[in-house]
């Protein structure tokens, strides 16, 4: 049987986490890790986590460190992290994928686009 | 009737005689003024207060004119100084403009000129400082556009996908897609706003771009965003050649734009586009023109200019500023935008929109 792949959300509007985790889990599949709500928050969390999330999903826009300064550190930490951008930023699109991010979806983002992104970039750590 | 609030000048020279005189006649201009007989002085006073003008003789005791406007400027980015002096050389002259100084007048000196130049520079000041203060409005205003209610957006959006997905009647399913059509074209229009302020503030760099491969993507990108229609395009081009043109990374908005347009402007549920790729010279210049051709409702002649001006609003689902953009990156690649009936005389048969840009030397 196949684990619950893992999502660590990187979000500073609540709302949209709110709204992230119900689409997240509904469809059993997935399983929310986490969130924070600034870079800063979202690097001490990683480091406290027993295991490596299987996607982080990262905003740009947030206070004190930036989703592009926070997956460079993340990334420096473990270069195998999986990072989707989910920024309506989209200047930052070019940036984000040359530092190493995996993807990025614009936002808004319909829900239907959302799932399949992140079915496209979760992967499970067995594989 | 509150009194409007006088102009504050500030004298600084070493001449008594000087200072009574400009006092006298600049009051009486209904400025309030200050004054000072040294650098020294002049400094610890600008260094407290802001002076809508600076009047400083060159020569002083202490720190001279020239000094006095640099410590304005520290505490005042727009502070503005006439250098008033008897000696003329082009070393002070100089200096005098690279430490703010809006100008540089000569003893003995015209009352009337000197007041007309004081004039003057207290209006460049006051324009310099709206100037200022309307680009940190907008950055706030286009920053809260962006950012907060986009996020917000993207919450509505979020839950209307999953309102959808929780078992509706006919009718809520078709109020809920009434809601999320305006929501896409609230989206647009946001993300429009904000590719026109980055174009505005970056010099463009233009490289050479696949045409073919850019149109193909936002010809797949257009018929996943209108799942609610059937949507077809026929994509006609030169295969097995490569071609280039001299654009940028922002160029599939144009295409994105025109083709989504195509789509939300044909009423009918089954929607035919067709798309080719051209050779086109004009005054010797050679090109790729790319028609767009649609079924929808069309352009009458008298809008055919205007539909790609800024503040052009349709009647109906108008202005998302999406032609607009298109203008203004077209511009960029110095290239044409036009459209024209798709059959001659009769609007309401659909549009042909035609994007002719440069060809990159690459080809």
């Known amino acids: ?127 | 009737m509150k009194e409007k609030e006088k102009d504050k000048i500030l004298i600084v020279d070493d001449a008594p005689g000087f200072l009574i005189t400009m006092r006298t006649i600049l009051e009486r201009e209904g400025y309030d003024v200050t004054t000072a007989e040294d650098g020294l002085k002049a400094i610890e006073i600008v260094k407290k207060h802001e002076f809508d003008l600076i009047l400083a003789d060159l020569k002083l005791p202490g720190k001279d004119g020239i000094e006095v406007m640099k410590e304005a400027s520290k505490n005042d980015p727009f502070a503005t100084g006439i250098i008033i002096t008897a000696y003329a050389s082009l070393d002070t002259a100089i200096g005098a403009i690279r430490e703010n100084c809006y100008d540089y007048v000569q003893k003995p000196y015209q009352v009337k000129d000197l007041l007309q130049r004081i004039k003057k520079g207290m209006e460049k000041r006051k324009l310099e400082k709206e100037v200022v203060a309307l680009k940190v409005q907008a950055e706030f205003l286009n920053d809260l556009m962006s950012h907060d209610i986009n996020n917000m957006n993207q919450t509505i959006v979020g839950y209307l996908g999953l309102l959808l997905k929780s078992g509706l009647t006919e009718e809520q399913r078709e109020y809920v897609e009434e809601v999320q059509s305006t929501m896409s074209r609230s989206s647009k229009l946001i993300g429009n706003v904000r590719k026109l302020r980055q174009i505005r503030g970056i010099e463009p760099e233009l490289k050479a771009v696949d045409l073919v491969s850019v149109l193909k993507k936002s010809i797949e990108e257009v018929k996943t965003s209108h799942e609610e229609k059937e949507v077809t395009i026929k994509f006609g081009y030169e295969k097995g050649k490569k071609q280039y043109i001299l654009a940028d990374s922002f160029v599939s908005d144009v295409f994105s734009n025109i083709l989504d347009n195509a789509v939300r402007f044909t009423s009918s549920a089954e929607v035919e586009i067709d798309v080719r790729v051209e050779d086109y010279i004009k005054n010797g210049d050679e090109f790729f023109k790319v028609s767009i051709e649609d079924r929808g409702r069309g352009v009458q002649d008298e809008a055919k200019e205007a539909i790609f001006n800024r503040f052009f609003k349709e009647e109906q689902k108008g202005s998302g500023l999406g032609l607009y953009l298109v203008k203004t990156l077209i511009n960029r690649y110095s290239g044409e935008v036009w459209v024209e009936d798709r059959v001659k005389g009769d609007y309401t048969q659909g549009s042909i929109f035609n994007v002719a840009i440069p060809k990159s030397k690459l080809n």
Do not use: C
């Open chain 1, 1 to 127: 049987m196949s684990e619950l792949k893992t999502i660590f959300i990187v979000e500073d509007d609540p709302d949209l986490v709110e709204l992230y985790k119900i689409i997240i889990e509904s469809n059993g599949k997935y399983a929310v890790l986490g969130a924070a709500t600034n870079g800063q928050e979202a690097i001490e969390r990683y480091k406290g986590f027993n295991e490596k999330p299987d996607l982080i999903l990262m905003d740009h826009r947030m206070p004190l460190k930036d989703g592009i300064e926070t997956t460079i550190e993340l990334l420096k930490l473990d270069s195998n992290l999986r990072i989707l951008f989910v920024s309506a930023d989209v200047s930052v699109r070019e940036k984000a994928l040359e530092i190493g991010a995996v993807g990025f979806l614009d936002k808004p983002a319909s829900m239907k686009e959302f799932l399949k992104e992140i079915e496209k970039y979760a992967e499970n750590k067995s594989q």
